[in-house]
């Protein structure tokens, strides 16, 4: 399905830690664009303090997977490797974009790849931190997770950060209002830009 006039996709990766969903949430805060944000469904446990429809859609492995069979996913991956499945749904995106809005898909890079496929002109932003030295301290800083899986975010960090050169925008997060300011910039500018066409 082609991107439409009146909204377009945007899509956001980085690594584990790089802090993508703070640097989204004031975004959307202060961005003049239309944006709207994907709830991604995923086959994981809920965190503490997290609801269900706000940070993710929670399906049961049988749901998402039968979701998945009847062609009802944009993208959708095994993610670090432990079980558990995140996916967009063409619902989350196509709603947006009939009404104009530009929906934010934050995503790991392979599933960019595959909205890439789909929808060439989205606008691509890839958020990093300033070195893969503090992206390890921010992730032992969690205190949320195992030696193991440390190691196993790291190593994906690294095939993520490898790829940084397929997007169009690189934002570096080592100062947090900087990088607010940098991609409210970009998208303000392409939306003004979109509205002038």
């Not at 997290?50 to 940070?55: I, K, Q």
């Not at 990093?128 to 190691?151: A, I, Y």
């Amino acid at each position: 399905m082609p991107a439409t006039s009146q909204g377009r996709l945007v899509v956001v990766s980085g690594p584990s830690g790089a802090g993508k969903t703070s640097v989204l949430q004031r975004v959307f805060e202060l961005c003049r664009a239309p944006l709207c944000r994907s709830v991604s469904a995923t086959t994981r446990p809920p965190r503490p303090g997290e609801t269900d429809g706000v940070e993710y859609h929670f399906l049961s492995d049988g749901e998402f997977q039968s979701l998945q069979k009847d062609g009802n996913f944009l993208e959708c991956f095994e993610v670090f490797g432990q079980g558990y499945w995140y996916g967009t749904l063409w619902s989350e995106v196509t709603t947006g974009l009939e009404a104009g809005r530009w929906v934010v898909l934050e995503i790991d890079v392979h599933g960019a790849m595959e909205v890439l496929k789909r929808f060439p002109d989205a606008v691509t932003l890839f958020i990093r931190p300033g070195t893969r030295e503090e992206l390890e301290q921010r992730l032992r800083g969690r205190g949320t997770e195992s030696e193991p899986s440390v190691r196993r975010r790291l190593d994906i960090a690294d095939r993520e950060l490898a790829l940084a050169d397929r997007y169009q925008y690189q934002i570096i997060n080592d100062r947090f209002d900087q990088a607010v300011e940098d991609i409210c910039r970009i998208l303000n500018s392409l939306w003004e830009k979109s509205r002038n066409d």
